[in-house]
């Protein structure tokens, strides 16, 4: 196999287990890799920085994190690479929308995650990432930021299966003259700025190391790592990956619930090493 140089992995479905924790088989082999091999490892997610900082400080880690689909990325000291904001005209259209069919809504800036009220929603999503959210009126939040030259990184909707679909289509509209929109499961639509994606943040990494594409190993799992998996030199889809990434992956693991990413890393090291 390739001798990599960098290690990528998404988060959510990929590199945690079913309680959206990291084993402890998961930090060995990643620490192993990296202290053992002098590869680093990047996070590369959807999640805001503060929503992974804290898996990093699990895993020892000080490497660059890709957030927000590669919307804001950050090297190691914390400088931004990367910092690309939702059009205001685009964020205002989905709030008339989200308004309309009654959903909740949450936006992203930075470390910033404001939402009108801890519903049910709110309150899984805080389960998830271990972060609570700011209550505020966004509407007010939105003007305030866009006022000062930032602006939103992330849009989350989150509802019934039944009313994503029906906000789904209309939110595609604009999809190829301002925002990405991805189904991240059937009751959460992510929208970001369409100019990034996981693979634009690969080229940026390979840019920040000083190596190429063929030099990357990467996991995923989503619809919004297929364009990454297959753009890095060995892509690989965990067991419970969607049909789509299992398509494009260079190779297979086992599902996150079986530790797909460690085993896959061991087994790996252990070639290497052979």
Same mark, same amino acid.
Request: glycine share 4%; proline share 4%.
């Given at each position: 196999m390739t001798a990599f140089k960098l290690i990528c992995s998404d988060i959510d479905g990929t590199l945690l287990n079913k309680d959206r924790a990291l084993e402890g088989i998961t930090i060995e082999q990643i620490k192993s890799v990296e202290n053992n091999m002098g590869?680093?490892? /990047?996070?590369?997610?959807? =999640?805001?920085? #503060?929503?992974? =900082?804290?898996?990093? +400080?699990k895993l020892d880690n000080k490497e660059a994190l890709v957030c927000f689909n590669g919307a804001l990325i950050l090297d190691g000291n914390n400088n931004e690479l990367v910092n690309q904001v939702m059009p205001l005209e685009a964020v205002k259209s989905i709030l008339e929308q989200t308004q309309t069919h009654n959903i909740h809504m949450s936006v992203f800036h930075k470390d910033e995650w404001f939402v009108n009220k801890m519903d049910y929603w709110a309150k899984r999503e805080e389960n998830n990432t271990q972060i609570t959210p700011v209550l505020a009126d966004i509407e007010s939040e939105i003007s =305030?930021?866009?006022s000062v030259q930032n602006?939103?990184?992330?849009?989350?909707?989150?509802? @019934?299966?039944?009313?994503? @679909? #029906?906000?789904?289509?209309?939110? =595609?509209?604009?999809? +190829?003259?301002? /925002?990405? /929109?991805y189904r991240s499961k059937d009751t959460y639509i992510e929208i970001n700025v369409n100019t990034v994606s996981k693979k634009t943040a690969i080229e940026v990494l390979e840019n920040h190391y000083q190596i190429s594409k063929d030099q990357i190993m990467a996991f995923g799992d989503n619809d919004n790592d297929v364009e990454m998996l297959d753009y890095v030199g060995h892509g690989v889809a965990v067991g419970n990956a969607k049909p789509k990434v299992m398509a494009i992956a260079n190779d297979t693991t086992l599902t996150n619930k079986e530790h797909g990413v460690a085993l896959y890393l061991k087994k790996w090291t252990q070639q290497k090493n052979a």
């Open positions: 590869i680093p490892f /990047v996070l590369i997610s959807a =999640r805001m920085p #503060q929503a992974m =900082r804290h898996l990093q +400080q =305030r930021l866009y602006g939103l990184h992330k849009i989350l909707l989150m509802g @019934d299966a039944y009313k994503m @679909d #029906q906000i789904e289509q209309h939110l =595609r509209e604009y999809q +190829q003259a301002n /925002v990405a /929109v």
